[in-house]
């Protein structure tokens, strides 16, 4: 499966750039779209002169009844998988996943950032993924309905660093959703905004992102071949 992949480098360093993320979007979105989104995101990044890869999800966005092949044909709303937040069986995710995985070889990512239905996507990521991630963030993320797919992330204690980002208001993923998605993981940091379901860009979130980005010490030596085999 072909995955649709753009990359933004909010820094320009001399060789290459830093780190990488793998950068999903929420339902109903696309790349194009969580880039302008997640704009409030790249100051603090830029200072580790990091890149992000922005993916297309592989499926149009449908309900139940709606034809599949022309919601395919749609590259302007994307998913990860078939339906909504609240389907109970995530039709589609297995094959997302063998691509987003095959992305993360291919491209030698190094974190993932993910918002909504991408960040629960991005979540049971980073219990598959290998390597494994350096760290996530994580914006409006929800505990994955479907457990088969997701039964990985469930067994919890993920030993990922992980940054989750949600919105008190957030009537689309209410608080106490992200709350249970963030104690999956070991040792969260775990940051409630006064917004909605949104992606906020306000200064006190850029600075507990920066904070955290800090604490993980991600400067790193060259890499070797043998990093990836």
């Known amino acids: 499966m072909f995955l649709r992949l753009m990359s933004s480098v909010v820094a320009a360093p001399a060789e290459s750039p830093s780190l990488k993320l793998l950068a999903l979007h929420g339902y109903s979105q696309n790349g194009a779209v969580f880039r302008d989104r997640s704009g409030g995101f790249r100051k603090p990044l830029k200072k580790l002169g990091a890149e992000l890869l922005y993916v297309d999800g592989p499926f149009g966005c449908t309900a139940q009844g709606e034809d599949e092949v022309e919601a395919d044909a749609d590259l302007e709303k994307r998913a990860w998988w078939r339906g909504g937040s609240r389907q109970e069986t995530y039709v589609g995710w ?136």
């Open 94 to 229: 297995r094959e997302s996943r063998a691509a987003l995985c095959s992305t993360w070889q291919r491209e030698r990512c190094d974190g993932v950032l993910g918002f909504s239905q991408g960040a629960a996507a991005a979540a049971m990521l980073c219990a598959d993924l290998e390597p494994m991630p350096k760290f996530a963030i994580i914006v409006s993320g929800f505990v994955p309905r479907d457990r088969d797919v997701a039964s990985s992330l469930l067994k919890g204690g993920l030993p990922v660093p992980s940054f989750h980002l949600f919105g008190s208001t957030d009537t689309l993923v209410e608080p106490d959703r992200s709350r249970a998605l963030a104690a999956l993981f070991e040792s969260p940091t775990v940051v409630e905004h006064t917004g909605g379901h949104m992606v906020p860009s306000s200064a006190p979130v850029r600075e507990q992102l920066g904070a955290f980005l800090q604490s993980l010490g991600l400067a790193r030596p060259a890499r070797t071949d043998t990093d990836y085999r």
